[in-house]
C-alpha cells in the first residue's frame, strides 16, 4: 500500500483537554481506526530555541520530546490532520511518503497491492 509515514514532536509533558498530548494522540488516532501508532521518548535533542535537553536521572519531567508515529494511508492522515486543526493543537510534525505492508499476512490485515 502506498501512504505516509507521519510523525508528531511533543513535548511530554504537553497536554490538551487536560490529557498529556502523547496519549491524546493515540487515543484519537485509534478511534479513527488508525491499524497502529507508537509513542517514544527521546533521549535527548534541540528544536527550534536551540537549547539542548538530555535525558537525566534528576531531570524534571516535561522537557524532552516525544515522537508519536503513525504508518498511514493518505485518507487515515488527513483525517488525523484534520482532527488536529479543529482542536487547535500546535504540533511539529514531518509526513514522508511510505510504501508499507505485511509480510505474509493473515486473513485479518487488509488487503495490499503487490509489491513490484
Known sequence: MQGSFLRFY???GQRHQ???VWEWLLEKANGLGIRGGSAFRAMAGFGRHHVLHESHFFELAGTLTVE???IVTDE????LLALLHEEKI???YARVPALFGVINPDAADPPVAKDP
Do not use: Y
Open 18 to 20: 487536560r490529557r498529556l
Open 90 to 92: 500546535r504540533l511539529f
Open 76 to 79: 487515515e492522515a488527513s483525517k
Open 68 to 70: 508519536v508515529e503513525f
Open 10 to 12: 511533543v513535548h511530554e
